[in-house]
């Protein structure tokens, strides 16, 4: 009679921590179980010696979502406030472009982009931070497009009629919207994803 030795590996999962976390998939602070998957020797399918580490992750008990490690360190404040930081400061160099797409009128301008921005942000502003938006569409550092187009995402549709508003704003404050200040919104418009339409709406405000 041949007897057969039945030997192998599996992967045993257990959960090493608990705690709480902001789950992604929920948008709210649930339990987590911190996953590991150990491979084991395994001799007749009962597992024996614990060999590496085959992976772990973030468990959320209430949706049921797994997740990357990382995830714990995820900070849906300080991710909100990164994505305000990236508006206003894209917010300010396209009102320095609409400062700059004129010099006759720069002056004036210049005065109603501050206010505008101010307004917009509900903060004052640094001279010092408005000369270097300024310099920054100057040297062409500043480039409208692919920044408004960065930023879009993470604003409402309001806040894309907000952004709009405010260059034609800043573009009115010299008398009438010409050909060049036009086409600083609408750049920005077709940078966001606004239809033409909904810029014609808009305009007629």
């Not at 959960?15 to 150990?38: I, S």
Request: charged fraction near 25%; hydrophobic fraction near 45%; aromatic fraction near 8%.
């Amino acid at each position: 009679m041949i007897a057969f030795i039945i030997f192998g590996w599996k992967g045993v999962t257990y959960t090493k921590t608990r705690g709480r976390f902001h789950c992604p998939q929920c948008a709210e602070e649930r339990d987590f179980e911190h996953k590991r998957v150990r491979n084991f020797f395994t001799l007749y399918f009962i597992p024996l010696i614990p060999l590496g580490l085959a992976g772990e992750y973030i468990h959320c008990t209430a949706c049921g979502g797994d997740f990357e490690i990382t995830v714990l360190n995820w900070s849906p404040e300080a991710e909100e406030q990164e994505a305000n930081l990236a508006i206003a400061s894209t917010l300010l160099g396209a009102l320095a472009c609409m400062v700059e797409v004129d010099p006759a009128h720069a002056r004036e301008r210049a005065r109603a982009a501050r206010e505008t921005w101010e307004s917009a942000m509900g903060t004052g502003l640094p001279a010092e931070a408005f000369e270097s938006a300024i310099a920054e569409v100057r040297s062409g550092s500043f480039q409208l497009e692919p920044q408004v187009a960065e930023v879009s995402g993470a604003l409402t549709d309001e806040g894309r009629e907000m952004f709009l508003r405010s260059l034609l704003a800043v573009a009115a404050s010299a008398g009438e919207v010409g050909d060049r200040e036009f086409a600083i919104v609408t750049r920005s418009a077709e940078a966001m994803g606004v239809t033409p339409t909904h810029l014609k709406g808009i305009l007629s405000e």
